[in-house]
């Protein structure tokens, strides 16, 4: 009498344990475990850590190397935006001449890099190659030319105020000061992460960007404006205290538009991601379009308040 409830209590118990077993291998398929999870990130992170450090030496190097690194360098990170931006709107079922825009933004930062009266020029010559293209091409239609035309003109033409950056001073100093104004975008984007994560509870463009939060943008702000001020504390700038601020808001500001331009772009289209050039990041016009608009941003205030 007292062997079989003994025997089934062990079957239960034998029953417990291989549905524990299938549901851990299930969540095992699944990679829901606590230490893949844990493991994954770790990865994530150290893969997003890796590339963007590359990303950051390679970028100074050049910076501090000279006006014509830096040039080379812009144009590569334009070309490659273009790219990326050329390859979501296919995606949308446009049709852009890419032979003409990736040449127009190789060609908008090296006019830059003598004046920006060639700049202009290389514009013109570009809005009129893409005019002729439609002329002679009877299956393009208006979008096709304004895609082609826009292309250019977002990922080259605004990447052109760190070539203007770095020609304000052709010594070291130069290389440093445009890599702060860039370190400025870091640092908002850096700063917005880590508040948003903590303390985010109001969405600031939920359609286009749910993860982005008003306590992420105002934190946003204040790692912007810090290093504009060091800007100024250090002398890297003829910048007194009160326009390290307000360039440091501007420049914040618009970083964020870039950001949440982009993303309206990527959701359009249907994608996560511009492109996979860097891992952890994703496209290179991922890593650049807070850069875009921040950085003109700031180009403007200090050219219009006499600081450059």
Same mark, same amino acid.
């Given at each position: 009498m007292s062997e079989e409830p003994t025997q089934s209590k062990e079957e239960r118990? /034998?029953?417990?344990?291989?549905?524990?077993?299938?549901?851990?291998?299930?969540?095992? +398929?699944?990679?829901?475990?606590?230490? /893949?999870?844990a493991r994954g990130k770790a990865e994530r992170f150290l893969?997003?850590?890796?590339?963007?450090?590359?990303?950051?030496?390679?970028?100074?190097?050049?910076?501090?190397?000279? /006006?014509i690194t830096t040039t080379l360098l812009v144009c590569v990170y334009a070309w490659l935006c273009c790219s990326e931006f050329y390859r979501m709107m296919r995606m949308a079922g446009r049709m852009p001449n890419e032979l003409i825009g990736l040449i127009a933004s190789l060609a908008f930062p090296i006019a830059a890099s003598f004046s920006y009266v060639w700049t202009g020029a290389a514009v013109y010559v570009f809005v009129t190659a893409v005019g002729i293209w439609y002329v002679l091409t009877p299956r393009a239609n208006v979008s096709d030319v304004a895609v082609t035309i826009f292309g250019p003109l977002?990922?080259?033409?605004?990447?052109?105020?760190?070539?203007?950056?770095?020609?304000? +001073?052709s010594s070291i100093l130069g290389g440093v000061f445009t890599f702060a104004v860039m370190l400025s975008i870091w640092a908002n984007d850096a700063f917005a992460y880590i508040v948003g994560t903590r303390?985010?509870?109001?969405?600031?463009?939920?359609?286009?960007?749910p993860n982005k939060s008003w306590e992420g943008f105002f934190g946003g702000m204040i790692g912007s404006v810090l290093i504009w001020v060091l800007i100024s504390v250090l002398k890297l700038s003829s910048l007194t205290i009160p326009a390290a601020i307000i360039t440091g808001i501007v420049c914040?500001?618009?970083?964020?538009?870039? +950001?949440?331009f982009e993303s309206r772009i990527k959701r359009s289209v249907g994608v996560k991601d511009s492109g996979n050039l860097m891992p952890g990041h994703g496209g290179m016009l991922d890593r650049s379009d807070s850069m875009l608009f921040g950085c003109m941003a700031a180009a403007f205030v200090l050219r219009m308040g006499g600081f450059l």
């Open positions: 118990k /034998q029953v417990e344990r291989e549905e524990r077993e299938r549901k851990r291998l299930e969540k095992h +398929d699944l990679g829901q475990l606590k230490g /893949q999870q893969t997003r850590t890796t590339s963007g450090v590359i990303y950051a030496v390679v970028t100074l190097g050049c910076l501090l190397a000279g /006006q977002y990922t080259s033409l605004l990447f052109t105020a760190i070539v203007y950056f770095r020609g304000t +001073d303390f985010g509870k109001h969405k600031l463009a939920p359609k286009i960007s914040g500001v618009f970083g964020v538009f870039g +950001d949440l």
